[in-house]
């Protein structure tokens, strides 16, 4: 007879491992081609903020609602600046999904190991996770090289593998002869 703290008592569910089946043999995208991808990502979310940020401290400026020396710099000093960056890279993954337009120009994209769709959360919370591999020198993104899966600081936070999305050269289709 059972005994009621093991009637009580909850069990693992491992509910994600279907779905990591599911992604077995995708071939990961190599450090380079995300480098690019983030590379690409943040000079487009740079030039979106100055686009934003300048004309609208002008229009602050002239409706009296900042003061006249108030200067906007795009860096990691401001808040605006960082969040900037978090709803770019979060939108962008979630309205992709998984494909920022800097990973979409390099043929990758993120993949959930949990669900179908990357969700809004997992997006956001891949955004936010970039700051946490930025910490102690960047080695969140070195960690890349040392786990087996290529699965960096922010890929686990967030529970999201990067994989290559074009087939390589040789497994493409030829294309037909007319």
Same mark, same amino acid.
């Given at each position: 007879?059972?005994?009621?703290?093991?009637?009580?008592?909850?069990?693992?569910?491992?509910?994600?491992?279907?779905?990591?089946?599911?992604?077995?043999?995708?071939?990961?995208?190599?450090?380079?081609?995300?480098?690019?991808?983030?590379?690409?990502?943040?000079?487009?979310?740079?030039?979106?903020?100055m686009v934003i940020l300048i004309p609208g401290a002008l229009l602050g400026q002239r409706l009296d609602l900042l003061p006249k020396n108030v200067t906007l710099k795009f860096d990691f000093e401001h808040w605006y600046s960082l969040i900037g960056l978090?709803?770019? $890279?979060?939108?962008?993954?979630?309205?992709? !999904?998984? %494909? #920022?337009?800097?990973? =979409?120009?390099?043929?990758?994209?993120? /993949?959930?190991?949990?669900?179908?769709?990357?969700?809004?959360?997992?997006?956001?919370?891949?955004?936010?996770?970039?700051?946490?591999?930025?910490?102690?020198?960047?080695?969140? $993104?070195?960690?890349?090289?040392?786990?087996? !899966?290529? %699965? #960096?600081?922010?890929? =686990?936070?967030?529970?999201?593998?990067? /994989?290559?999305?074009?087939?390589?050269?040789?497994?493409?289709?030829?294309?037909?002869?007319?």
């Amino acid at each position: 007879m059972l005994t009621m703290m093991q009637r009580r008592a909850r069990t693992y569910d491992p509910h994600e491992t279907g779905r990591m089946r599911e992604l077995e043999g995708l071939p990961l995208a190599s450090f380079k081609l995300r480098a690019a991808a983030f590379v690409v990502d943040f000079l487009l979310c740079l030039a979106m903020s100055m686009v934003i940020l300048i004309p609208g401290a002008l229009l602050g400026q002239r409706l009296d609602l900042l003061p006249k020396n108030v200067t906007l710099k795009f860096d990691f000093e401001h808040w605006y600046s960082l969040i900037g960056l978090v709803v770019y $890279f979060g939108l962008s993954t979630y309205w992709g !999904n998984g %494909r #920022t337009l800097g990973k =979409r120009l390099m043929g990758i994209r993120i /993949v959930s190991l949990v669900h179908e769709r990357m969700t809004l959360w997992h997006s956001f919370e891949r955004a936010l996770g970039y700051g946490a591999s930025f910490l102690e020198g960047g080695f969140g $993104f070195l960690q890349y090289f040392i786990h087996p !899966n290529r %699965r #960096t600081v922010h890929d =686990r936070i967030a529970e999201t593998i990067v /994989v290559q999305d074009r087939k390589p050269r040789n497994e493409r289709q030829p294309d037909p002869v007319v």
